[in-house]
């Protein structure tokens, strides 16, 4: 079984910062693209920015200079520190990754969510 397990979502008020995690955990063999992505009430998911295995990063037009993607990969986790926080940011937000398990079979995974709220 692979596990992708979030934290670290909450209620900030506007111009404030967040950091989420999110841990993969299991029977894994490696990990390719990890990333975050978002669901506001309304709308459809949408990606936040997500990190390549060599650590190249890429981000949606509303993230870029706000929010910063990393990865550490000897504990197969991916951050997304979010500043400068609007009330448009407001969503639950999904980890993904894409995971080779120990079998040799590739999927990809999805995590149980977290809300973020922003607003005074």
């Known amino acids: 079984q692979v596990q992708l397990v979030e934290s670290g979502g909450g209620l900030v008020q506007p111009g404030g910062s967040l950091r989420l995690s999110c841990a993969a955990t299991g029977s894994i063999f490696s990990i390719e693209t990890m990333g975050w992505y978002r669901q506001a009430p309304g709308k459809q998911r949408e990606l936040v920015a997500r990190?390549?295995?060599?650590?190249?990063?890429t981000y949606s037009d509303s993230a870029k200079g706000r929010f910063t993607i990393s990865r550490d990969s000897a504990k197969n986790t991916v951050y997304l520190q979010m500043n400068s926080l609007k009330p448009e940011d407001t969503a639950v937000y999904y980890c993904n990754a894409d995971i080779t398990r120990t079998t040799g079979i590739l999927n990809n995974y999805w995590g149980q969510g977290t809300q973020v709220t922003v607003s005074s």
């Open positions: 990190i390549t295995r060599f650590l190249t990063p």
